[in-house]
């Protein structure tokens, strides 16, 4: 999924991926919903927080979540906030899934308070992706948040991986 964010009257920066990585196949389960980009910095964290609520999930494979985009329109796009899952099969219906195929993948690192993270968004879309040698993929990407991210404070790593040739 690509998104392309108005950065108008803004100034550009650099930015590079911190590693290319290849993956397996992941199952995801969790929630939903669609975002506008005008209001995607006050919606996301509520999903989040409603994410935090389902509580530990069917088959859930490790501790790490998930943030990926599912698709998109010019007037916002759809995300899904998740843990990787062994199977669909145990799911209730309610639990949003996505499939996330086998990819090639570069790997941004986001290293500042989470609500900053649509800044590091940004200039991988508008200054990296539009470089004429880097050929994205239309799959979904996704940032993981392991061990590194501490959810109470907003503080630590968060890795933002963009599908690639």
Known sequence: MLLALNLENEPMNKIEPE???KRGAMLLAGLRQQHSF???AETIPKQWHQFHAL???NGQVGSALYGA????SPSGFEYMTGVEVDSFSSLPEKIGKLRIP????AVFLHNDHISTIQNTWKLILNDWLTRPDVHAVETPNFELYDERFNSSTGLGAVEIFIAVE
């Open 55 to 57: 509580g530990k999930i």
């Open 38 to 40: 005008s209001n995607a």
């Open 19 to 21: 590693r290319y990585e």
């Open 69 to 72: 985009g599912c698709g998109s």
């Open 102 to 105: 086998k990819q090639n993948y």
